[in-house]
T-cell receptor
Framework: DGGITQSPKYLFRKEGQNVTLSCEQN?????MYWYRQDPGQGLRLIYYSQIVNDFQKGDIAEGYSVSREKKESFPLTVTSAQKNPTAFYLC???FGGGEETQYFGPGTRLLVL | RKEVEQDPGPFNVPEGATVAFNCTYS??????FFWYRQDCRKEPKLLMSVYSSGNEDGRFTAQLNRASQYISLLIRDSKLSDSATYLC??????????????FGSGTRLSIRP
């Protein structure tokens, strides 16, 4: 089945620790996105990538980093510089090139210990 | 003023009722529009795209009013399973002509028996 997967479903981070969230898609989509959602809030864009080996900062990139070495994969690292990382993290993908309908993975819930 | 605004609700309506909610957007150059549905603690899922001529999918009807810069979603004969948060999504063209996708904060809908 084609789709987007994210892992883990829940992730616990200790103070000062970097953690990496996985996002994989087999939809042959060029564009991939990372969003953060806080309770009762809309989605805020962290980073996006329109093509392999290229990515752009979104609205709230500080304290996060990404890589796009493969078309299928777009991992997000939450660094220790992100002071309030507790949130629901959603990865999405689209065909790109003007076709912007996005399809989402099931999300990763990050909690700080 | 937010770029995309929705009434957060909650809308609490009886089963079988018709319910409608709007979403306003600020950028008149916005290109494409979508409604997503998000269940509690789940990822958003595409409900329908919104076309200039309006479109219907079963009990759901979406309309676009470019003059007044809003989109609407109408749900007829509501079911208990329609209870969810409905996210308005607008693809805006930014100053650099690059597309920018903005999510509204969502409207909560609760259908009671």
């Amino acid at each position: 089945d084609g789709g987007i997967t994210q892992s883990p479903k829940y992730l616990f981070r200790k103070e000062g620790q970097n953690v990496t969230l996985s996002c994989e898609q087999n939809l042959n989509h060029d564009a991939m996105y990372w969003y953060r959602q806080d309770p009762g809030q809309g989605l805020r864009l962290i980073y996006y990538s329109q093509i392999v080996n290229d990515f752009q900062k979104g609205d709230i990139a500080e304290g996060y980093s990404v890589s796009r070495e493969k078309k299928e994969s777009f991992p997000l690292t939450v660094t220790s510089a992100q002071k309030n990382p507790t949130a629901f993290y959603l990865c999405a993908s689209s065909f790109g090139g003007g076709e912007e309908t996005q399809y989402f993975g099931p999300g990763t819930r990050l909690l700080v210990l | 003023r937010k770029e995309v605004e929705q009434d957060p609700g909650p809308f609490n309506v009886p089963e079988g009722a018709t319910v409608a909610f709007n979403c306003t957007y600020s950028n008149s150059a916005s290109q494409s529009f979508f409604w997503y549905r998000q269940d509690c603690r789940k990822e958003p899922k595409l409900l329908m795209s919104v076309y200039s001529s309006g479109n219907e999918d079963g009990r759901f009807t979406a309309q676009l009013n470019r003059a007044s810069q809003y989109i609407s979603l109408l749900i007829r004969d509501s079911k208990l399973s329609d209870s969810a948060t409905y996210l308005c999504v607008v693809n805006m063209r930014g100053y650099s002509s690059a597309s920018k996708i903005i999510f509204g904060s969502g409207t909560r809908l609760s259908i009671r028996p």
